[in-house]
């Protein structure tokens, strides 16, 4: 655990994410080894990584689709899972709370707090078997957020939003890559979420239909949305970031606003990963 996380804070609005001293295995196979990062409400955090330096599993981790073994994650001030180790029982004291242990959160208070983080993987996810409307109106309509008209509603809105109004009627299969990831951008909307985590939204994408994404998170991005992105578009990460966030075999390296980590790097392994993808 790093002893800047320990200080106290004088800023009082709850971290939109808070990672403390998060390790995570699969196995014998250290993934995540002792990560802090602290998202603040607003502010576009993108990570930066080789292939398998853990970044999928952070993002993971924060939506609790894994547990950490050791360490925790609040989302808007409030805690999403834990697993302790003996050894490290008392580590995971929210500062926000101050005060009780964490304990492990029912399954029903896990999918209540995932449904206030939003989560846009590579391959889109959308339901092939719904139209572009439905798939955007169904989770607010199971979470019991809204009534169907009203989740229509939204949902064209949404579509609206992300250039897709025309497309309402239309099926996954009928879409381009960049028009489902868009779809998949407005699904994520609907929940009104918290924060939106991106998978590397782009990597699977024809490179033209890359620039039609990124400017749909543009525009999240300078309306205030707190996102957290994975991505290798380097400009893009330059363009919108206020934090760009370099990991490595499951530490974070160096992390610090774009023209500092971009464009001067502080470590050996930031500059190489960053002359093999610019
Ligand atoms: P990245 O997204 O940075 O490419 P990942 O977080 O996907 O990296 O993976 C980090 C490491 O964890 C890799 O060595 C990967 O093989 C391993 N890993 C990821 N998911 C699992 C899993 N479900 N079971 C076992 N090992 C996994
Ligand atoms: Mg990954």
Do not use: C
Request: hydrophobic content about 40%; cysteine-free; aromatic content about 4%.
């Amino acid at each position: 655990m790093s002893a800047k996380t320990l200080e106290p804070s004088t800023d009082i609005t709850p971290a939109a994410v808070e990672v403390h001293d998060v390790h995570k295995w699969y196995g014998a196979n250290r993934v995540l080894d002792g990560v802090d990062l602290t998202v603040r409400p607003g502010e576009v955090t993108v990570i930066l990584g080789p292939s398998g330096s853990g970044k999928s599993t952070l993002l993971r981790v924060i939506n609790h689709l894994e547990k950490p073994e050791i360490g925790y994650v609040s989302v808007n001030g409030e805690l999403i899972g834990v697993k302790r180790r003996g050894e490290r029982s008392e580590v995971g004291v929210p500062p926000a709370e101050g005060r009780g242990r964490l304990k492990e959160l029912s399954e029903r208070a896990i999918l209540a707090q995932r449904s206030r983080i939003g989560f846009v993987f590579q391959n889109f996810n959308l339901f092939p078997h719904l139209t572009v409307l439905d798939n955007v109106a169904a989770a607010p309509v199971a979470t019991g957020r809204l009534a169907k008209p009203e989740a229509l509603e939204l949902a064209r809105e949404l579509l609206d939003r992300v250039g897709l109004g025309e497309k309402t009627g239309a099926y996954p299969r009928q879409l381009s890559g960049g028009q489902q990831q868009r779809v998949a951008i407005a699904r994520a909307l609907a929940l009104r979420p918290g924060v939106i985590l991106f998978d590397e939204p782009t990597s699977a994408l024809d490179p033209e239909l890359v620039g039609e994404v990124l400017a749909v998170i543009k525009d999240l991005a300078t309306s205030g949305t707190t996102l957290v992105i994975v991505t290798h578009e380097i400009g893009f990460a330059r363009e919108v970031a206020d934090r760009v966030v370099f990991i490595d075999a499951g530490k974070i390296v160096e992390q610090g606003p774009p023209h500092e980590v971009l464009d001067k790097p502080q470590h050996e392994r930031t500059r190489d990963f960053l002359s093999k993808v610019l």
